[in-house]
């Protein structure tokens, strides 16, 4: 990711293959770590990804303000990002949205998300969920201040996912090809494994088959025949 | 909502997004009260939503009777509209549709849809279920007559949303954009809730948040990403 | 029904709607009693119904002969068309298909398909289901001769659909446009009472109920409306 | 199958019908056993099936080895292809997916996929679950050596279909055409026998069923009728 406007193209692809694959609606949002400046990232402002365009995309210091503010309104959760990005150094890439598939497993504490296919062995061995009531109370459920996002960003801890009760899921990663993979998985095993569940004897994906699993699903021939796949799809 | 015309090429809209997102299938349809007459309401002829342009817009009383008569045919069950529009004058726009997701709630005594995701906080805290059979018997199940109508809106009281017993519902709201985003998500929220039921021990929205939320989800800046989206989606 | 030309029109865009709302896939026909000739019937040769041209339509007698018989392939469940329209003088139009929804209520001894929704009164009260091992033991299950069709008719009685067990189902109906709004409906009822049945305490139409509602959906505003937006949808 | 180049061609068009279809996503393959020489086999290099043109196309041996090695990146799990072709000298075709409706099949030792209807009778009468941790312990579950390919091939031993746990499943056939036909119904079926296990009771085809329609479905006015619909749907 050395170049800063190959990334900045790559993260409008990025939002067109999540939208264009149903994992994002109307709302949800995909940033990126700046490329030369890790204490700034880079997002669209207030639009749905299916619109998103490089004239979108605005800078951002991890305080969530900002670099060269206009009058564009700003999505209003870009704390989770922020706050991500200054509790793991390692992040590179996240993407938060309200997937359908994964909303379940948010809400019903009978149920948890694990990786039951190779493919989304990427989405690792634990799921936390965080429930903003559990701290903040009644609230409206969004991560407006960054006390809420840190409050996230501990729940997240190491992970790749955290699920968010009643609203959605963060899901982070090392780059934004990976990010946009983990998302489309998480969805895919969220799905697959509510269909299963009800016959239960369920095999899951053991330990070291995850790790195993997800070198691979990241490896260099696997992610770009799939990133040609979805891109193209996406009409970019 | 100030400018008439302006008011009705968004009613057309709304139209079209509520077939493009599948709300709406042959059937359904969606009114606005007059702007500048409370005692009117505006609603196309008779024709599905997908199809649905400023021409076929018509006029109404609130006694459902067009304000200029003419050949065209029109909606058998405008005495949803023109009896909610007396009933409630802070209604503005109201949609009737036979959404797939939600007709199971209308017909199992044993389902009770509740807001689950903060995005479906709109829908409201209670939504009853009225059933023509209670006080009409046996009939082909639409609300033909303006005492039909008057008892679809007493069941609806003060809530945004009246399920109707083997047939659909109707969503009130204080603007077209709001009422198209409450049918959305109330389909979403419907969705979901089955696909969680069987696994139990869920998580609602408390009161306080429902309030907080669909606050939030109707702001400006939440309204005006989400309609921008759908009207693009459904090439408007 | 009058102009023979205009009919068969009206037969590919029969076809093209049940291919383009789902109903049917690679297989599937649709045809009409010859509007002139009582004892003729009008089907494509075999083709996908999403691709069937006015060309492709052929006359059969109700022995299922084409009348000019030429070098194209014909359907072989035309027993299913011949032996109905005989046992059936009311009958003037037949869609055979194996919708997905339908085929579970067709294996499992403990469905019964019951219309739950107003819009798919017009099924009908009583929806048998006919096994062809019954009569016929092992076979390729398909309706290829007289025989078979004659034993398929009469397990149709005097009802205006049958269940055919693994294989799909046989809709009749007055009219083109009556066949066509019957088999979409009875595909979307299968599928929301499959999703109502496991909560129980389901209130299904009642007879009288039934009664009104298919009146009301075969009416003419009500059937115009259906098949502009259907037609228009299926690019036709 | 004896030009070599309609051979080629009609690859082409199955992979792009089973992308179309929802059978195969950034993931999956499709081989042939080469018409002429049968102890190499054609497939694409490393690319989506949806993307893959003729120029894609590359002749392997039973090893798996490229004939003409270039810089193109290859498929990892060749020895799916190379040692079932090896172990099945019948087998002309090979179709290698990871299924959304297929994979719960793979988990759940509670799920045993059997063909319900007839059109899927051709995926036949029993369907065995390979694991590849049963011998290999664990490992990033894919078939990427000619010893788990062999492994794979036992399990499948004289069956049409072999599942693979976590994974996905692998199909064969004695021509594209059968093995397109083969891989989709299978997927159908699958869909289809999870809506209906819930409520028991179920009439699965017979054995004997199973071979007569399997005989219908691949003669040559069924395939034919569904292969130009398959084709035209996906573009080619």
Known sequence: MSNPDDCR???????????????MDAYGHVSMRHPDQPDRFIMSCSRSPELVTLDDLMEFDLDCNPVAPDDRRLYGERPIHGAIYKARPDVQAIVHNHSHDVLPYTVSRNLALRPMIHSAAC???????????????????????????????????????????????????????????????LTVNAKLQLATLPYGDITFLSEREIELSSELHFSSVSMSRAWEYWARRSGM
């Open 9 to 23: 193209a790559k993260l409008v692809v990025a939002n067109r293959i999540l939208a264009h694959e149903n994992v």
């Open 123 to 185: 989405i690792g061995h634990e799921l936390p969920v965080w429930d903003i009531r559990s701290r903040f109370g009644d609230t409206n459920l969004l991560v407006l201040t960054m006390d809420h996002g840190r409050d996230l960003a501990q729940r997240l801890g190491s992970n790749a996912v955290v699920l968010m009760r009643g609203h959605g899921c963060t899901v982070v990663a090392d780059t934004i090809e990976q990010v946009v993979m983990r998302t489309i998985y």
